[in-house]
DNA sequence: AAGTGGTCTAGACCACCTG
DNA sequence: AGGTGGTCTAGACCACTTA
């Protein structure tokens, strides 16, 4: 239990986001856990929804105490990478929960109803990626995409029209059946199927006015009013692998926000 | 240093909001300790900006250890109601700081540039609350409210128009003049002239369009599409203390939100 | 040098879940 | 009964700030 180094030790700093402020260059014990417990995590090695060691196990793993460990994995509870349950453990996150499920849709009906919205999948095509999409992706313009674009209905009338852009490589097999076939959240499918887990995102709010075509689609007249959510989704190690861009009917919902 | 009591006792469960969850009826220690220290903060006892005890004087004070302080203090700190300082002490969080200037303002200039707005106010009167107003502060319907309108300007253009409602009896006194002559941020205002510290708000965002009023204040053609942000802001104990409806210009900026 | 918050340890016991 | 996370304690030492 005791660990053999008596000073926390130099932390991998290798990964220091270009722009950032100056690099910490040492980081405590616990931190440094934390970021090995990541790397498991990014890794696969726990798989979503599953348990990962106990904390006493993790322990004598690490070769520190559990305090220390217990600091870790409370730091990744509350970055939602993982989830505490007193009594059972501590499992991987899934975006397969139905708790979690509308951690990334801040969309609410007005009257305060059922968030619950049904998907209509409108296309679905590998294309290359334009100049802003491969910038937002951090890929290259021209790169292999998957483009796709649906509907989210609720009680039949349409109220988001999504623009989906993933990158290629990862998404390799995604098709317009595995799509419609899939029950459950998106999310959930990707990492289920494709091993790519989102874990934050970035979302930028317009307000815009419908064009011919989406004002069809979502059944407004051209001109009509519309939320504009562009988001980037990231995965571990803030790599982007999700460009979203969503136009909202805000006439029965809202975009609820949260300030802290 | 070691408490008679040898288990939690039960926690003042009396302010328990209706509607909410079956009450826990019971809490730990450092959860007690959370809320004594943050009954302090509400009855002024450590004005916004200055240091409160020591882990060690609070733990004494408390008879409770230091480890238990810690655990409740960093719940406060991460609530941003307090903020630690290695080496200096724990701080009372106040509007008033450089850094925290823009914690509840969520609009970025697309361009990355200068955050700074200047302010002009438009009116402030002290009037009657409507009813969908008195809903929103938990007042009654005619209770005296001040309501003031004013606009925000980016580079000497106009960007938000906000219109902003606060109960009558805590900001008694509140005048255009104070407001006019007032330098800095106006939630570090309520808080050092009226003891109001704002500490969580609820948006909601919709788009609309500019009617003919809102269009020339805000120096867009009418119908234009604008982002509509309601706010109500809560101080200590959830208690609703400003009603506020924003109309973004979003043609040069966006609300920028993090999802986590 | 003294005081503050920050980290780490070791051990005890509690609350919750499962077999 | 046994395992898990959750709480609490006591003490050591580190890092940072100020005087």
Same sequence: chains 1, 2.
């Avoid at 696969?44 to 870790?72: C, H, M, N, Y």
């Avoid at 029209?161 to 098709?175: A, N, Q, R, S, V």
């Avoid at 874990?199 to 059944?219: G, N």
């Avoid at 989704?233 to 802290?260: A, I, M």
Wanted: one cysteine or more; proline letters at 7%.
């Amino acid at each position: 239990m005791v660990a053999d180094v008596p000073l926390p030790t130099p932390a991998d700093a290798s990964e220091a986001a270009p722009g950032a402020a100056a690099a910490p260059a040492f980081s405590p014990l616990y931190r440094q856990i934390k970021d090995l417990i990541t790397r498991e995590l990014q890794g696969g090695v726990w798989k979503p929804g599953e348990a990962i060691p106990s904390e006493l196990d993790l322990a004598a793993r690490f070769k520190v105490s559990q305090g220390t460990v217990r600091k870790a994995v409370d730091e990744l509870a509350a970055d939602n990478l993982l989830v505490r349950r007193q009594g059972k453990g501590t499992f991987v996150a899934t975006h397969a929960e139905q708790q979690i499920q509308y951690r990334f849709l801040r969309l609410m009906p007005d009257d305060g109803g059922d968030r619950a919205m049904a998907r209509r999948l409108l296309d679905c095509r590998r294309t290359r990626a334009p100049a802003d999409v491969a910038r937002m992706l951090e890929c290259k313009s021209g790169d292999a995409v998957v483009q796709l674009r649906r509907l989210l209905l609720a009680e039949a009338q349409p109220v988001v029209l999504d623009e989906i852009w993933l990158p290629g490589g990862p998404f390799k097999g995604l098709t317009a059946e595995r799509l419609a076939d899939y029950k459950g959240p998106m999310y959930g499918m990707f990492e289920a199927e494709f091993g790519v887990r989102m874990i934050r995102a970035e979302e930028r709010i317009r307000a815009v006015v419908a064009d011919a075509a989406s004002a069809e689609l979502l059944a407004v007249p051209p001109g009509a009013p519309l939320l504009s959510v562009e988001r980037q989704s990231f995965t571990y190690g803030d790599k982007p692998v999700e460009l979203r861009r969503g136009l909202y009917n805000t006439t029965r919902h809202f975009y609820r926000n949260e300030l802290n």
